[in-house]
């Protein structure tokens, strides 16, 4: 006997909040916001319903985690496209980068995109993934502008919120099957292009 307390090894279990967002992502995806309840994520998880509430105060801020995430992970994505120089080759490669990052997340964006009345329901303001995309593109739209490629009389938040607005219609057809991939590269890359270029 030591008198040192002896270590007892303990077979490590993947982090509750680690499971709850795996969880949660894959509930908002499959059922969407509303059909998705705090008790249903932590079930999911493996977990207890008070477990939830040691991470999240509420289902809106467990979505909210979600679409962070999911934003984040479309910015590792589209960090390829920034490098591109030209204009045309810029738009090609976000719009690019944006169908990839759909095939290796199926639904996320889809869930991600939800209508901003939802997680403002409870009067606290949140920025939604739209709007954020949207600052992608009207930053895109002011550096190309900086560099004489566009139409400087343009604003470009108007612009960027034109932009993230057709795309997202344009993913909901192309997610029914209707669209061709390349072709909505092709013809979205030349339409905005084209849009866009300096008189």
């Known amino acids: ?11 490590k279990r993947p982090d509750s909040l680690t ?9 908002f995806v499959e059922r969407g916001y509303h059909a998705t309840r705090p008790q249903d994520i932590a079930r999911d998880a493996g977990l207890g319903h008070g477990t939830f509430y040691l991470h999240y105060p ?4 467990c979505f909210l ?3 962070d995430d999911a934003r984040q992970e479309l910015n590792a994505f ?12 810029r738009i090609a490669a976000t719009l690019n980068a944006l169908y990839e990052y759909s095939d290796a997340h199926p639904g996320v964006l889809r869930a991600a995109l939800t209508d901003k009345m939802v997680i403002d329901a409870e009067g606290a303001q ?11 593109w009207a930053n895109l739209v002011r550096d190309a502008a900086e560099k004489g490629e566009t139409c400087k009389s343009y604003n470009p938040d108007i612009i960027g919120h034109a932009i993230a607005g057709a795309l997202h219609q344009t993913g909901c057809e192309a997610s029914r099957g209707q ?7 092709d013809n979205l890359t030349r339409f ?7 008189n």
Do not use: Y
């Open 58 to 61: 509420d289902k809106r801020a």
């Open 192 to 198: 905005l292009t084209k849009a866009l270029k300096a």
């Open 78 to 89: 589209l960090a390829h496209a920034r490098t591109e120089n030209m204009l045309e080759e």
């Open 126 to 136: 949140a920025t939604p993934f739209l709007v954020s995309w949207a600052e992608e």
């Open 19 to 27: 499971r709850l967002k795996a969880s949660a992502r894959k509930l």
């Open 65 to 67: 985690a979600f679409v």
């Open 179 to 185: 669209l061709c991939r390349k072709q909505m590269v």
């Open 1 to 11: 006997m030591t008198g040192v307390a002896e270590v007892i090894p303990i077979k």
